[in-house]
Nanobody, 126 residues
Framework: QVQLVESGGGLVQAGGSLRLSCEAS????????IGWFRQAPGKERTFVAA????????LYADSVKGRFTISRDNAKNTVSLQMNSLKPEDTAVYYC???????????????????WGQGTQVTVSS
């Protein structure tokens, strides 16, 4: 189990950028693959991006591909989500989640993630 805390959300105009951060506690961060998910009010939680344990493999939802970039710094126990060219439909609470995984594995299913952060709000105005 790992404790995760998201930060970096806020209000931004369409076309702008935000950088989200997910910080984990403990010394076992490199054992976990990390995913970012988002949930708009009244809607289901959906996949955004994922990164493997070592950062060599990434996976993106089609809706964010080319606009968002996921990265990690295992020495700092952090995963980042750089969000560019934001659209109003990106508005949601963004969550990071962790899963024990093979070294180069990524996964887009929230059911496969074991530990979740509290979320950070991203609002994109039109």
């Amino acid at each position: 189990q790992v404790q995760l805390v998201e930060s970096g959300g806020g209000l931004v105009q369409a076309g702008g950028s935000l950088r989200l951060s997910c910080e984990a506690s403990g010394r076992t961060f490199s054992s976990y693959a990390i995913g970012w998910f988002r949930q708009a009010p009244g809607k289901e939680r959906t996949f955004v991006a994922a990164i493997s344990r070592g950062g060599s493999s990434t996976l993106y939802a089609d809706s964010v591909k080319g606009r968002f970039t996921i990265s990690r710094d295992n020495a700092k126990n952090t995963v980042s989500l750089q969000m560019n060219s934001l659209k109003p439909e990106d508005t949601a609470v963004y969550y990071c989640a962790a899963r024990l995984a093979p070294y180069a594995s990524t996964n887009s299913s929230p059911a496969n993630y074991n530990d979740w952060g509290q979320g950070t709000q991203v609002t994109v105005s039109s």
